[in-house]
């Protein structure tokens, strides 16, 4: 215990068995004894003194000697204790102790100075000090990274990471308006729904959903409402509601569902699905009005945690988080069939781009693309330490873009 380096002797201090001081060169050889410090409970080291804390006593000893040679009483309860010497102290100019070293991010120390760094997905400039975004306008996804408060931007062609200009917590969703490319973002603590550009620069959409908090969202490309299930603390009280995105209302189209998690919208043919995850967990279909709900897929101890939509073939895809499977169906529930398994993955959501499938696993620190009808894996992103849990996931290219 008490492990203490001296600048002055370059050595190692240590107390052993709360009693002997001993010390050794910084590689461990050389061990010394010096003295005995009884009921120490604090031990420091002043050029050629040893000092201890030993009830309401700092007593002082010379590194030679075997005894305490000065004590006196300071005040009751210390627990630690330092020495202040200005001619001892390390110049830290040009180090990262001072304004982090001017670096706008990492400041990455060394030992004559300090050099600047950037977090995943953006680039250090020319200044060598500040960070800037790279940011993608076309053929990219958007994913939340909840661990570290961060939107994330994956070009699907290069697998260059973005990070966005975008300061978020808590998100539970977040989804792209395809037509005018800007990002919706949810809390799940403050309840609010808020949009930001690509750049960062929020609009001024940001409204609450009031005793609910939107856990997922779909924007209908035809009128720009943004649909959402919502999840609330109150018994039989989450439901699936719709946004209007200039006036700021929101109006509740299906009641009493139980934990409602993704949705998709058909807009062509007025449909939305979404997702319950309970003990019994089940994928919903009905008219975007609310009207003609039913149950279409019944899974018993499943977690369907995303939802994907391929309109070229009238595919309905899912990833259920507790089996690690991706299955799809028909848009009605039939030929339901087991498309991959990734084992003890996590799934989380998925989205569709032409011949390929992207998800996102809470174990998995990338989004992993595969081929929509054979199931195997297509080489995309290797594992990134720097990532956290990643969750929400949206894509933009020149895809089909559903609409009505």
Same mark, same amino acid.
């Given at each position: 215990?008490?492990?203490?380096?001296?600048?002055?002797?370059?050595?190692?201090?240590?107390?052993?068995?709360?009693?002997?001081?001993?010390?050794?060169?910084?590689?461990?050889?050389?061990?010394?004894?010096?003295?005995?410090?009884?009921?120490?409970?604090?031990?420091?080291?002043?050029?050629?003194?040893?000092?201890?804390?030993?009830?309401?006593?700092?007593?002082?000893?010379?590194?030679?000697?075997?005894?305490?040679?000065?004590?006196?009483?300071?005040?009751?309860?210390?627990?630690?204790?330092?020495?202040?010497?200005?001619?001892?102290?390390?110049?830290?100019?040009?180090?990262?102790?001072?304004?982090?070293?001017?670096?706008?991010?990492?400041?990455?120390?060394?030992?004559?100075?300090?050099?600047?760094?950037?977090?995943?997905?953006?680039?250090?400039?020319?200044?060598?000090?500040?960070?800037?975004?790279?940011?993608?306008n076309t053929d990219f996804i958007i994913v939340s990274d909840f661990t570290h408060g961060r939107i994330l931007q994956i070009n699907f062609n290069t697998e260059e990471i973005v990070k966005l200009p975008i300061n978020v917590q808590h998100t539970s969703g977040i989804t792209l308006d395809k037509?005018?490319?800007?990002?919706?973002?949810?809390?799940?603590?403050?309840?609010?729904?808020?949009?930001?550009?690509l750049q960062g620069k929020q609009s001024t959409l940001t409204t609450v959903t009031g005793f609910a908090y939107a856990e997922r969202m779909a924007v209908d490309q035809s009128t720009g409402n943004i649909y959402f299930t919502a999840i609330s603390s109150q018994p039989n009280s989450s439901y699936?509601?719709?946004?209007?995105?200039?006036?700021?209302?929101?109006? #509740?189209?299906?009641? +009493? /569902?139980?934990?409602?998690?993704?949705? *998709? $919208?058909?807009?062509? &043919?007025?449909?939305?699905?979404?997702?319950?995850?309970?003990?019994?967990?089940?994928?919903?279909?009905?008219?975007?009005?609310?009207?003609?709900?039913?149950?279409?897929?019944?899974?018993?101890?499943?977690?369907?945690?995303?939802?994907?939509?391929?309109?070229?073939?009238?595919?309905?895809?899912?990833?259920?988080?507790?089996?690690?499977? #991706?299955?799809?169906? +028909? /848009?009605?529930?039939?030929?339901?069939? *087991? $498309?991959?398994?990734? &084992?003890?993955?996590?799934?989380?959501?998925?989205?569709?781009?032409?011949?390929?499938?992207?998800?996102?696993?809470?174990?998995?620190?990338?989004?992993?693309?595969?081929?929509?009808?054979?199931?195997?894996?297509?080489?995309?992103?290797?594992?990134?330490?720097?990532?956290?849990?990643?969750?929400?996931?949206?894509?933009?290219?020149?895809? #089909?873009?559903?609409?009505?």
């Open positions: 215990m008490f492990l203490k380096y001296d600048t002055t002797s370059q050595r190692l201090f240590w107390l052993e068995s709360g009693l002997l001081v001993k010390s050794s060169l910084p590689n461990g050889t050389d061990i010394k004894s010096h003295i005995i410090a009884s009921r120490a409970t604090d031990l420091f080291i002043y050029k050629d003194f040893i000092g201890w804390l030993s009830g309401e006593e700092i007593h002082f000893s010379s590194k030679t000697s075997s005894a305490s040679e000065v004590y006196f009483n300071i005040f009751p309860n210390p627990m630690e204790v330092g020495v202040f010497d200005p001619t001892l102290q390390d110049d830290l100019r040009g180090t990262c102790k001072i304004l982090n070293g001017r670096c706008d991010d990492i400041c990455i120390p060394s030992e004559t100075e300090s050099k600047c760094g950037c977090d995943i997905g953006l680039q250090l400039q020319a200044d060598q000090k500040s960070c800037d975004s790279n940011i993608q037509m005018t490319k800007e990002i919706i973002h949810s809390n799940s603590i403050s309840r609010t729904v808020q949009v930001f550009s699936v509601g719709v946004l209007h995105r200039t006036q700021l209302v929101h109006k #509740i189209l299906i009641h +009493d /569902l139980q934990n409602p998690r993704a949705i *998709v $919208l058909y807009s062509a &043919k007025g449909i939305l699905f979404w997702t319950e995850t309970l003990e019994v967990s089940k994928i919903g279909r009905a008219f975007m009005d609310g009207t003609s709900k039913e149950y279409i897929v019944t899974i018993s101890g499943g977690f369907l945690n995303g939802l994907a939509l391929d309109f070229e073939t009238d595919r309905l895809y899912w990833t259920d988080g507790q089996r690690n499977t #991706i299955e799809y169906s +028909d /848009l009605d529930g039939r030929n339901q069939r *087991v $498309l991959m398994t990734d &084992k003890d993955a996590q799934l989380v959501d998925i989205v569709l781009n032409g011949q390929f499938l992207y998800y996102t696993a809470w174990n998995r620190q990338r989004i992993t693309k595969i081929d929509k009808t054979k199931g195997t894996e297509v080489p995309f992103m290797k594992n990134h330490p720097e990532l956290g849990r990643l969750d929400s996931i949206d894509i933009y290219s020149n895809d #089909i873009i559903d609409g009505n």
